[in-house]
């Protein structure tokens, strides 16, 4: 046993403890942990901001930059500026112009990266051609596919009341959506269990010393 | 032979096309293997020395230098190692710009017309006569009103339990407008209502929508602004904290509804343990497992979008859900026609014709 000298390590596997004593049930040290870290996000986030955008993106272009095009600038600032108009009565109404101006960059950003990386490559994906039927599991593979994709379509598509023979496609699309959710709940589990194992190897192994 | 192929050589630098600006590619021409390395400097002009930017990629023969500034000239020197020699070429000037169109992403402007068509007509639709547009029922909105009766039922506080997404995501905006209904809901039964939040934005407008439910039904002097909570802008700060007010306050219903990452189980894990009938949604599929496996009810994906469409019956929610599915059904239109297409393409090409053949695979190269 070789027990960490560091005392940050001992503060983080206390904390970890603390954190878990909630298994057992809501405890003085558990409320400790908690507000502890919600203070420290938001210190921390208001930090993170502060220096990786505010400061490289706005002051130092503004203030330090030499191009002319530097004043544009002020043109965000302004517009960021009336997210704080939430806070008049009067005129919270302003609010909604950054908030237009967030919504449609973000989308004219993502619909078109969505249609691209996803719609077409599971629409060229579905469409069976000859050289998916070249082996018997590729085929077998693409007609699943193809039944699957147009069954959950069907599922989704709302305009239609799930009756007669929209009914029963929208069952077999519900039947592929839970075989994924199944497959997907599994891959994750494995997945936290490793973070799991991540937690104990530092309780065991950086703070007490146990294992090696 | 090595002569021969120094003479053949040539370095060419371009604007990089299609693109947003910043970028010139590189590209040496007339090499077939021999190459151990090549270097590429840039000169801006103003400078008297070549600055070494990258290696050029021995597959491709070229080198894209993304640090360019857009209308600023440069003069470009390339060092090609070969095995007993070294050789050296300049190129330029040459300039990076931006460029409005792309014509490899015509397909997705098309598609972009055609879909957003479908929405701006539906949305007009539903200006005109909001009812006469059919949204089928989510099974999952009945038990909004049996979860909010529930909890009365048993004198304990509802919980609505925002995701970690801000207020430009589809799933917040949706999540704003069953709030709404829960809201009136939890009014109407004079329950406590308690909402979390991870987002400041999102909080101001769930404080504005909370507010105007209560007003709706006549309960104004029962909304309590400190019920609307603002914990913190970090993942697990939020996650702890959800989960310390769920212990102690012992909600007897819990809405859980936005965008989740990895929180979502350790969430409905704890409204589980309370006791709490649980109503979740979320358009991230990862997530939906856990709600399945911890919750009563799910909204799978765009079931929330068209519950809350079904509940607000807003036009420009209700014409997005209606013009999505017409979207569906071009696409499921689409993909069967591309397979009848691709068949009788097939039968054809294996009998001599391949014309139809050569336009399937242009098009879905084009795709």
């Not at chain 2, 370095?11 to 590429?40: C, H, M, Q, R």
């Not at chain 2, 589980?272 to 358009?283: E, L, P």
């Not at chain 2, 807003?314 to 013009?323: A, D, R």
């Amino acid at each position: 046993m070789n027990i960490s000298t560091d005392i940050w390590v001992w503060i983080a596997a206390l904390l970890t403890l603390f954190i878990y004593s909630f298994l057992y049930k809501d405890n003085p040290f558990y409320k400790f942990a908690e507000h502890l870290f919600i203070g420290i996000g938001v210190g921390y986030t208001t930090v993170l901001l502060w220096f990786n955008s505010v400061i490289p993106k706005l002051w130092n272009p503004l203030v330090h930059g030499t191009s002319p095009m530097r004043f544009f600038l002020i043109i965000p600032i302004l517009i960021g500026a009336l997210m704080f108009s939430i806070f008049s009565k009067k005129n919270n109404w302003l609010i909604r112009i950054p908030i237009a101006i967030y919504i449609g960059a973000g989308s004219g950003l993502a619909i078109p990266l969505d249609f691209e990386g996803l719609i077409f490559e599971q629409v060229k994906g579905t469409i069976l051609t000859k050289s998916m039927f070249n082996s018997f599991i590729v085929g077998f593979s693409s007609i699943v596919l193809f039944i699957g994709v147009i069954a959950t379509l069907v599922y989704f598509y709302f305009s239609k009341e799930h009756k007669g023979f929209v009914g029963k496609t929208a069952r077999v699309g519900i039947f592929y959506i839970m075989i994924a959710f199944g497959a997907s709940f599994g891959y994750t589990v494995m997945a936290r269990v490793s973070l799991l194992i991540g937690r104990m190897q530092f309780l065991l192994h950086n703070w007490l010393g146990i294992i090696k | 032979m090595m002569i021969l192929l120094i003479l053949s050589l040539s370095v060419k630098a371009f604007d990089t096309p299609n693109d947003g600006g910043g970028s010139i590619t590189i590209e040496v021409v007339g090499l077939n293997g021999d190459l151990k390395n090549g270097y590429v400097y840039r000169n801006s002009m103003e400078d008297t020395t070549f600055e070494l930017r990258g290696l050029i990629s021995r597959t491709s023969y070229k080198y894209v230098d993304d640090g360019a500034e857009n209308g600023k000239e440069y003069l470009y020197k390339v060092e090609l190692e070969f095995d007993d020699t070294t050789l050296t070429l300049f190129t330029g000037p040459v300039s990076a710009k931006a460029q409005w169109y792309d014509p490899t992403r015509t397909s997705v402007l098309i598609f972009l017309i055609i879909f957003s068509g479908f929405v701006l007509w539906f949305i007009q639709l539903a200006r005109k006569n909001p009812e006469g547009l059919f949204i089928r029922k989510i099974p999952a909105l009945d038990a909004i009103d049996e979860a909010v009766g529930r909890s009365t039922e048993m004198g304990k506080p509802t919980f609505f339990i925002h995701g970690l997404s801000g207020i430009t995501d589809a799933g917040t905006l949706a999540a704003l407008t069953i709030l709404r209904r829960v809201s009136s809901k939890v009014a109407e039964y004079e329950t406590p209502l308690i909402v979390t939040n991870y987002d400041p934005i999102v909080m101001a407008a769930s404080s504005e929508t909370v507010k105007q439910a209560y007003a709706e039904v006549g309960k104004i002097d029962n909304f309590n602004e400190k019920n609307i909570v603002y914990l913190t802008y970090e993942q697990f700060g939020y996650t702890a904290g959800v989960d310390g007010l769920m212990i102690r306050e012992n909600p007897g219903a819990v809405f859980l509804q936005g965008y989740f990452y990895a929180e979502s189980l350790i969430l409905a894990e704890t409204g589980h343990s309370v006791g709490a009938i649980q109503i979740a949604g979320t358009t991230a599929a990862t997530q939906l497992p856990f709600f399945i496996a911890a919750c009563d009810y799910v909204l799978i994906g765009e079931e929330t979008l068209a519950a809350s469409s079904y509940i607000g019956r807003e036009p420009v929610m209700l014409g997005s859900v209606k013009g999505s599915d017409y979207g569906k059904l071009f696409i499921m239109i689409f993909i069967g026609i591309g397979v009848i297409f691709a068949t009788i393409a097939t039968i054809l090409n294996i009998k001599g014709n391949s014309i139809l053949m050569n336009a399937f695979n242009t098009f879905m190269g084009w795709l």
